[in-house]
């Protein structure tokens, strides 16, 4: 069975219930009773698994977390009010004044700018690598390097990393790999490929049609016997892996930063989440195909369109080999300046304008007057942001209806 049948089929039955409300209840209530001291003081102290208030946990969200943790292959995940909050939440947890992250690849612009900008003010170094450049990361690792991060997919450079090479780099130094994989497994399963946290913007083609702001991340298990968490490099743990043993990193999580600083998902939120993943496969499927039809369609009309389905991409042959199921819903176009860039969005009738992916309506934005505006030349031109570089997210849409649309809105 392909990854699409397989999730298809995990993501129903598993949403689902075969007795009472078939949907998930949405455990609405911020707070919990506790009955009596004796049940409040083990639910505190975690002999007692039941919900202690609704920053640290909620049964809705508890729920989409085990769904979620399960899809990856995981021991659990946490899930978080917004993407940012899950890479917030899996960064901050692992970090202390004078860490360093390793960054690599293209990079969603909020992760650059909570890097480069809000990091640094607190004392935490992020040097940035291109995807393929393996030897000066390995030579970037030092004692105070705490997280390699990577995107499964670079958005919007559409850069493809080896995911397994670059895993295997951090086991080496004994550092911990983090993968924002918001495109999802039905495309790629960074546990698997030897990532240790794997973190979504739920948000996007999980939610799938603009109506829950979401986000998780999910942790794999500690091993019982050598494992690079239990290292001094990560000493911080000890006294989580003495409690939970292989569940540490969720404790972690869920009391350095969740209970800290408060990244909560909403239970309506992972309500909306969870029916999304319901019909993940499917829209997943379709899209892929239409972007390749799309992006093949509009390369031979002239379009200069970036797409690792092309042959002339760069990383054509990795987009063969590992990405045998797509690589999600984006592609980008170049018009070369922003004048015609604008033109081609004034005219499109398909495109809606936002700053959203994963939809079900094709969606579409010019990026350096946008989401990229404050950025500087030379960080533009890192992140692959030209002057006329629209980002295109691929909908649920007729793909012939769009290139037709694409290619009206380019004539004068
Ligand atoms: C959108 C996005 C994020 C941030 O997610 P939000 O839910 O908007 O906070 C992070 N990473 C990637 C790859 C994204 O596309």
New binding site residues.
């Given amino acids: 069975m392909n990854r699409f049948e397989t999730f298809s089929t995990q993501f129903v039955q598993s949403v689902g219930s075969k007795e009472g409300a078939v949907s998930p209840t949405i455990s609405g209530s911020a707070s919990y009773a506790y009955g009596d001291p004796k049940t409040a003081e083990g639910i505190f102290e975690g002999s007692v698994k039941k919900p202690l208030y609704s920053r640290m946990g909620n049964p809705t969200t508890a729920r989409l977390e085990s769904i979620m943790a399960e899809m990856d292959g995981g021991i659990g995940a946490v899930a978080t009010s ?4 899950a ?1 917030a939440l899996a960064t901050m947890s692992l970090l202390a004044c004078g860490d360093e992250i390793i960054s690599i690849g293209g990079l ?1 612009g ?2 650059y700018s909570y890097f480069n900008e809000t990091l640094s003010r607190f004392g935490i170094k992020t040097r940035f690598f291109e995807v393929d450049a393996y030897d000066a990361i390995a030579h970037a690792i030092n004692d105070r390097t705490k997280i390699i991060f990577v ?1 499964s997919v670079g ?1 919007p450079n559409m850069r493809l990393p080896d995911i397994k090479k670059i895993a295997s780099i951090a086991d080496e130094a004994g550092v911990v790999l983090i993968v ?1 994989n ?1 495109i999802t497994p039905m495309s790629v399963s960074p546990l698997s490929l030897g990532a240790d946290i794997v973190v979504y ?1 739920t ?2 083609i999980i939610s799938g049609n603009a109506s829950a ?1 979401g ?1 998780c991340a999910v942790f794999r298990s500690i091993s019982e016997g050598e494992d690079k968490f239990k290292s001094p490099r990560y000493g911080f743990l000890e006294k989580f892996i003495k409690g939970a043993g292989a569940m540490a990193l969720i404790p972690n999580a869920k009391k350095r930063a969740l209970r800290d600083f408060g990244m909560s998902a909403s239970p309506h939120a992972s309500y909306q989440t969870m029916l999304g993943l319901e019909t993940l496969p499917l829209r997943m499927e379709r899209i892929v195909q239409s972007c390749q039809t799309i992006a093949q369609a509009l390369h031979a009309k002239g379009f200069n369109v970036n797409h690792p389905s092309l042959t002339c991409h760069k990383d054509h042959v990795r987009y063969k080999q590992d990405f045998k199921n797509g690589c999600g819903t984006l592609l980008t176009l170049d018009f070369s300046t922003k004048e015609r860039a604008f033109a081609f969005l004034s005219k499109t009738k398909i495109a809606t304008l936002t700053a959203n ?1 994963g939809d079900s309506r094709t969606l579409a934005l010019h990026m350096a007057s946008t989401i990229y505006r404050d950025f500087g030349a030379e960080e533009r031109t890192f992140l692959g942001i030209t002057e006329g570089l629209v980002r295109v997210s691929i909908g649920l849409e007729n793909p012939q209806d769009i290139i037709n649309d694409f290619v009206a809105a380019c004539q004068e």
């Fill in positions: 917004s993407g940012m909050g890479t969603f909020g992760t995107e958005n924002d918001t913007s948000t996007k702001l986000g992916i």
